[in-house]
């Protein structure tokens, strides 16, 4: 049995009224981390390093916008975490409401055969 990791979210982008779900998957046969945005794009990222690289790269490039529109105002940025932490309990700890995360496909729906690289 192939180990591997799986992860499955959404994320609201411009133009759409729900989320775009996004996939994620790696196994241990590749260092390859897919991450695929709804049916339209899927990012291959060679080796985990690469991903935690990027990771980083979009927490400095989301702060930076953070503080463009808000202005570093530090009271928005305790409102905006006890937003979160707000439907963070409202949902039993998922982000998302139920209604929209008991949607997502399951991830046999997503990941039709992990090892083929056309499904990633």
């Known amino acids: ?21 996004v996939g ?11 991450i695929r945005f709804g049916n339209s794009f ?17 927490d400095t490039f989301a702060k930076r916008a953070y503080e463009l529109h808000y202005g570093g105002r530090d009271d928005l940025v305790g409102e905006e ?20 995360v008991d949607q997502r496909p399951p991830p046999a729906a997503c990941w039709k055969d992990p090892s083929d690289p056309v499904n990633w």
């Open 24 to 34: 994620m998957h790696t196994d241990e046969n590749s260092e390859i981390c897919s």
């Open 81 to 100: 975490m006890a937003r979160i932490q707000e439907i963070l309990e409202l949902h039993g700890g998922r982000s998302s409401p139920p209604d929209v």
């Open 1 to 21: 049995m192939t180990k591997e990791e799986t992860y499955n979210t959404h994320v609201y982008v411009e133009g759409r009224d729900r989320p775009l779900p």
């Open 42 to 58: 899927t990012l291959n990222v060679v080796t985990p390093q690469d991903l935690i690289a990027l990771a980083q790269e979009l």
